[in-house]
T-cell receptor
Framework: GAGVSQSPSNKVTEKGKDVELRCDPI?????LYWYRQSLGQGLEFLIY????????KSGLPSDRFSAERTGGSVSTLTIQRTQQEDSAVYLC?????????FGQGTRLTVV | SQQGEEDPQALSIQEGENATMNCSYK?????LQWYRQNSGRGLVHLIL?????REKHSGRLRVTLDTSKKSSSLLITASRAADTASYFC???????????FGTGTRLKVLA
């Protein structure tokens, strides 16, 4: 595709519900990243997929967070039993090398 | 966890002036990148500097890297109102292109 696409762009959910965030990377990009950004803060690394290697999950904040990447392309970030502190913008990026291309993010609001 | 920390956190200058932002990091790196973020959404790659390089230029941007001090600076010359954004450094410590972002500098250029 022309760029990294994330959906939905905005999501409001009730505390305790599960949510799924989707990322469509640029075709041919072997690396895919998920970051979280709270209001006015920096980017917090969550998870990194590189080709067929086991993903680097070292940034996932709790076992309520999980992510998968199917067929080396589309990725889904799942947050179970959402909490208010999960409210943030979730950014996905993909890369074929050094430069990462970012999507516009999903703004998650847990009420 | 944050690897990089930008300084200052916020900067306000007049159009035409130069803007300098600094990034300090904690562990040795393979390369360092600078990104710009408008309106709290997707980031755009600006420039990459490798650990064996000391300075790079791209248009009005000049990046320096001092590995002995574990710091980098981004200089934007002849700033424009359109340069108003948040600027982040991102470091790759393992050579696997897993990028950890800093806390960002919010730049405001006044017309």
């Amino acid at each position: 595709g022309a760029g990294v696409s994330q959906s939905p762009s905005n999501k409001v959910t009730e505390k305790g519900k599960d949510v799924e965030l989707r990322c469509d990377p640029i075709s041919g990009h072997t690396a895919l990243y998920w970051y979280r950004q709270s209001l006015g803060q920096g980017l917090e690394f969550l998870i990194y997929f590189q080709g067929n290697s086991a993903p680097d999950k070292s940034g996932l904040p709790s076992d309520r967070f999980s992510a998968e990447r199917t067929g080396g392309s589309v990725s889904t970030l799942t947050i179970q039993r959402t909490q208010q502190e999960d409210s943030a913008v979730y950014l996905c990026a993909s890369s074929r090398g050094r430069e990462a291309f970012f999507g516009q993010g999903t703004r998650l609001t847990v009420v | 966890s944050q690897q990089g920390e930008e300084d200052p956190q916020a900067l306000s200058i007049q159009e035409g002036e130069n803007a300098t932002m600094n990034c300090s990091y904690k562990t040795s790196i393979n390369n360092l990148q600078w990104y710009r973020q408008n309106s709290g959404r997707g980031l755009v790659h600006l420039i990459l500097i490798r650990s064996n390089e000391r300075e790079k230029h791209s248009g009005r941007l000049r990046v320096t890297l001092d590995t002995s001090k574990k710091s980098s600076s981004l200089l934007i010359t002849a700033s424009r109102a359109a340069d108003t954004a948040s600027y982040f450094c991102a470091t790759d410590t393992s050579g696997t292109y897993k990028y950890i972002f800093g806390t960002g500098t919010r730049l405001k250029v006044l017309a």
